[in-house]
């Protein structure tokens, strides 16, 4: 069992602070690192994977730091975001050479290159690849060596979706085989698919930790806004009004429109249509205002 | 201490890089100006010495040196492919060590060897000229192969203070400033080049003692100190 432990470690690059006192275990299974771009997860895994020292705490494997330590990779592997590959080898080639580092033969490159499906391609140059095959081919060189832990930054960018479910399948067979798999990314369905356990980051700081589902209803759970134009405003608001589901209504002249804050999302959604219609009033626009991400993540911050 | 895929992927990216065509046109150069002053002045040993002293050592081996100590490690570094050399059970001291063997062979092999030709075709080894100055390009070869792999490592603009380095230092102060001389890796190397050369053949402004000594300690410096920065390196995000 192969654990990566993170105490109250921060990252700041001169006055920015990236990584704020952050404390959090990563134990086997497939484990997602969700935030918005720029929250700090890359900083994380670049902690997490010998590539940056904490500025403060510490950052283990299994009790040892991972920081100046190269023997980390015998465990370890990367798969990092940055596209840059030894783009003048062919896929083999590359692979090849990222197993003998780690001591190993040909026989270990032509097996990770067959478990992500990439020798059809493997005698040709790195730089013809498209940015699904780079992505498979990184991973391969990252697998070589059979390792316990997996540190993926952002692997399914760019990725169409029968490659993304292709290595979503992989990554759920790799967690389901003990090994520790973390995966960064900002979007949340890729995280729902893939992940049991989640972390969340924003704006530096753990905002949220344990099982996705648990995060999804404090997610689904807090208030909604809605901007939402009809026939007779005025009429739609009071009916809404009365049902409990709706915590408050502003007539906004200048738009000419409502806002409203619906408390429970799932009940609003189905009383908004049932009480126009049954008021004979039309909807001309029911459209949400505070869905972006990044909202979602700051209510997450605060819950 | 000698990793042969870090070698190999180091010969690699090295000579297949479009500044890789510098490595094989200042030899040629140097070819064309031996073969040219050979056929206008003849055989002479003052101007032979001239040719080697002032364009293959002062400026050739450095600038070859520039583009395989630098270049041996910095486009990684750059560009973050590095990372997959990083992310292996390999100690770092060791990653640098095998690259600057392969600076240092290539920096030999494309300043060396023509240095060796061209004294041939200048004056045919009179006075011992051709062998001391193939030496002192050797000899260069392995410091400057050290220092530049090392500002490689340290600075996303190692070209340009390696360019400083060569150009500005060794030739502009060192033709100026006496005591820059003393510091300068052409003149070590140069020292070696007058025991070996015919008497008064070659002159260096260095005592040999001093420039082995010079030579020895700041090759193993910056090679140690490359390994150390190495292990240090930090590769942020995009973020």
């Known amino acids: ?303 | 201490m000698y990793e042969p895929t870090v070698a190999r992927l180091t010969y690699r990216a090295l000579l297949g890089r479009r500044r890789a065509a510098i490595l094989f046109l200042l030899p040629a150069l140097l070819i064309v100006i031996a073969v040219a002053v050979r056929m206008l002045v003849g055989v002479d040993d003052g101007v032979a010495a001239d040719v080697l002293g002032g364009f293959a050592l002062a400026t050739m081996v450095p600038l070859i040196g520039v583009i395989a100590g630098t270049g041996a490690i910095g486009p990684e570094i750059d560009d973050g492919s590095i990372v997959y050399l990083l992310s292996k059970p390999v100690k770092r001291p060791t990653i640098i060590f095998t690259k600057l063997i392969v600076a240092i062979a290539v920096t030999m092999a494309f300043s060396a060897i023509p240095t060796f030709i061209a004294g041939l075709i200048l004056n045919g080894n009179g006075s011992q000229i051709a062998i001391a100055y193939t030496v002192a390009a050797l000899v260069a070869s392995i410091a400057y192969s050290a220092v530049f792999l090392l500002l490689g490592t340290v600075s996303r603009h190692a070209v340009v203070f390696g360019l400083v380095y060569a150009l500005v230092w060794e030739a502009l102060f060192g033709s100026l400033v006496p005591g820059a001389r003393t510091l300068s890796i052409q003149q070590w190397a140069l020292s070696l080049a007058e025991k070996i050369g015919a008497d008064g053949a070659i002159a260096s402004d260095v005592g040999l003692p001093t420039a082995v000594i010079l030579l020895v300690v700041v090759t193993g410096l910056a090679t140690w100190y490359a390994g150390q920065k190495l292990r240090s390196l930090t590769l942020a995000g995009d973020e």
């Open chain 1, 1 to 303: 069992m192969t654990t990566i432990d993170i105490t109250k470690a921060s990252r700041w690059f001169g006055n920015v602070v990236a990584v704020n006192d952050v404390t959090m275990s990563i134990g086997p299974g497939v484990t997602g690192l969700l935030g918005p771009n720029g929250a700090g997860k890359s900083t994380l895994i670049n902690m997490m994977g010998g590539f940056l020292a904490p500025s403060n705490g510490t950052v283990t494997l299994d009790g040892n730091p991972i920081w100046r330590n190269e023997s980390v990779y015998k465990e370890i592997g990367v798969v990092p975001e940055r596209e840059a590959m030894y783009d003048f080898l062919t896929g083999r080639e590359f692979v090849v050479a990222n197993a003998e580092l780690h001591g190993l033969d040909e026989q270990a490159a032509q097996k990770a290159l067959a478990t992500v499906e990439m020798e059809y391609a493997q005698d040709r140059k790195v730089a013809t690849y498209s940015k699904g095959m780079r992505q498979r081919v990184k991973m391969a060189s990252a697998l070589v060596h059979d390792p316990a832990v997996l540190l993926l930054d952002e692997p399914f960018n760019g990725m169409d979706p029968r490659q993304r479910m292709q290595l979503m399948d992989l990554l759920r067979r790799m967690g389901g085989e003990g090994r520790t798999v973390l995966f960064s990314s900002h979007i949340l369905e890729e995280v729902e698919q893939l992940a049991s356990h989640i972390e969340v980051i924003v704006a530096g700081r753990h905002a949220a930790s344990g099982d996705f589902r648990k995060i999804r209803r404090l997610m689904t759970d807090r208030p909604h806004r809605y901007l939402v134009r009809s026939s007779d405003d005025r009429a739609l608001a009071a009916a809404l009004i009365a049902d409990p589901s709706t915590a408050g209504i502003e007539v906004d002249r200048a738009e000419g429109a409502l806002r409203i804050q619906a408390v429970d999302f799932g009940r609003f959604t189905e009383l908004l249509p049932q009480v126009a219609r049954a008021h004979g009033i039309r909807l001309l626009t029911v459209q949400p205002s505070d869905e972006s991400l990044e909202s979602v993540f700051s209510y997450l911050v605060t819950a």
